[in-house]
Each structure stands twice: as C-alpha cells, then as structure tokens.
C-alpha cells in the first residue's frame, strides 16, 4: 500500500517543493491589518494536533492554520492523554487513527519519532519538532521570512548562533538553506557545536566567536538555549550572554539590512537583549505570522 504523504523533515525535500510550498504560503499572507484568508479546501476534513511537548506558536498556528482552511482539528496535550497512564506511543496513535482523522500533527521528545510511527502507521503525519532532528515548518517559515526581506536564498549568509547541539531549528534550516546554496555559519560554545555538525550539509562553516559569524552575515538567527536537553550543567546566563548574547552594538558586524530573528520562545538577557528584541531589525514576530501562512501551505498540500 502506498503511504500516505505528510511531512517528516526537510532534509528529503527537493527545492522544487520547497519553493511551491513557500509560494502558496506567500499567498495566504495577509495583508496588514487584515486577517488569514478563509478557504473551504479541508472542509469535512479532521486534524488532530499532538504535542508531547510544550508548544505556544507552533500549536496554535497549526490549529488556526486547519481552521482557516475548513478543516475540524482538536489538539491533545500528552499530560491530558493515555500516555500519562502507561500507554505506549504506538498504542495512543493506533487509538488516534480507529477515530478516523484525516492527519496527525506531532511533537515529540524523541528524535525520530514521527519517521517511526510514518512507517506504521496509514495516516499523513506532519513533524512539528522531533527532539533535537528536525522542525521542517520552522525552516520553511523562517525561509518564508527571509524572502519577504530579500529577493532569493542563493548567496546568502546566515549566521545561526546558540545552542545548536540540541537544536532542531538549526537542522532544518541548514537542510533548506544548503539547497539554495546559502552560506551558513554555525557559531556557538564548544559543548554546543559539534565538530561533525560541519558535514551536516554544502555550504556549512563553524565558529566559535560571535563576531567572526556575525561578519557581513545577511541573516542573524539566533537559537534559544535548551537547557531542558543539556545534561551537563549549563553556564549561566550572563556568561553565556556575554560571549553569545546578541546586543545592538554587534549589529555593525552584518550588513546594514541584517535582519534578527529567533524561532521562539526568547529569553532576554540571555539569548539577546530586549533592545535588539525590540528593535527595527527584529522580524521574530514575523516568523511567527509567517507560521499560519506556511502551515496552511502545508496543511492544504498534504490534505486539500
Ligand atoms: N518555535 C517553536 O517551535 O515555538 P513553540 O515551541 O512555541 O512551538
């Protein structure tokens, strides 16, 4: 039997799906002060939204991105489902699916896990973050973003600097950016940039002084600390934000248009500062726009 379609990462996409979902995105955004487009195309359709980990601007987004489009969806938190009793992942999921729904989408801990119940399971799954593997719809927004500040992702150099051990974030975005030929600049404290991560993809370079990674950089993406995933005591915040903090004065390092951004949720005085947070150059609450947009890209493409 042919498996359903969903969305497991970028790193199997072609550009060619790439650049047709970040088209359609373009044209569900919407205009300034005014609200997502309506389309019936997912009417009859049910989406259940499945977070085994926390989750404000990817869950919601899916679930506004759904019901923009038509769709039923209704979102299960892991504390308020069987797993919290014992029930094994594969069991809640085989659950899930006796109910009849039309996707799943997903977060979960464990890296992997989508791709492992993909191949179980007759039901698109769309990954909305694995552990530390992969966050495709964070990459595709965040690219989406990019474009709306500049004409193309070829040539570009995105400095992507933080905890880039554990994050999925940056996995995603190196596999998009390296297809379009971006340059991309990895930069953070040695526990939290492994050497092997230079082989991730074309196109990828290591550093571990923010300035050098900043030099000329296009595109400043900062990453959050997880400290959830750090098994080691992590430093504290005010070292790590003077060695990888990004503040206002280092802005002169990028280009003049540089643009900051951050997946999400940020944490001032650590990551960045609220100067820099709030500033001009700020699209961190673009990103977030941007997510609906993408997921109902996304959504309409798997489902619609
Ligand atoms: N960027 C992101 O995944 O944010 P949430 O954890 O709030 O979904």
Request: include cysteine.
């Amino acid at each position: 039997m042919v498996k359903p379609a969903g969305l497991l990462d970028i790193e199997s996409l072609d550009r060619t799906e790439i650049e047709a979902i970040l088209e359609r995105a373009r044209f569900f955004q919407p205009l300034s002060n005014e609200s997502y487009r309506r389309l019936d195309v997912l009417r009859g359709k049910t989406i259940v939204n499945l977070f085994f980990e926390a989750s404000t601007r990817t869950r919601v987004s899916f679930e506004i991105a759904a019901k923009r489009l038509g769709a039923d969806t209704l979102t299960i938190a892991a504390a308020g489902s069987s797993v919290s009793k014992g029930e094994s992942l594969v069991d809640t999921l085989n659950t899930l699916v006796a109910m009849r729904p039309n996707a799943i989408v997903m977060r979960h801990a464990a890296s992997g896990a989508p791709q492992f119940l993909a191949r179980h399971l007759q039901i698109p799954i769309v990954n909305a973050g694995d552990g530390t593997h992969e966050h495709p719809t964070q990459a595709l927004l965040d690219a989406r973003t990019i474009l709306d500040h500049r004409p193309g992702l070829g040539g570009l150099r995105v400095a992507i600097i933080g905890d880039i051990a554990h994050s999925r974030v940056a996995r995603s975005n190196v596999h998009l950016l390296s297809k379009f030929s971006a340059e991309i600049v990895l930069c953070g404290p040695a526990p939290l940039l492994p050497g092997e991560l230079a082989q991730l993809a074309p196109g990828v370079n290591l550093a571990h002084n923010m300035d050098e990674a900043l030099r000329d950089a296009d595109v400043i993406m900062m990453l959050r600390v997880q400290l959830e995933r750090q098994h080691e005591a992590p430093m504290a915040a005010s070292e790590y934000f003077r060695f990888y903090g990004l503040r206002l004065e280092h802005l002169k390092l990028a280009k003049p248009d540089a643009i900051v951004m951050h997946p999400g949720p940020i944490n001032r005085g650590r990551e960045l500062s609220s100067e820099v947070a709030d500033s001009q150059r700020s699209v961190i609450l673009n990103q977030v726009e941007n997510g609906v947009a993408v997921r109902m890209a996304v959504l309409e493409r798997i489902l619609g």
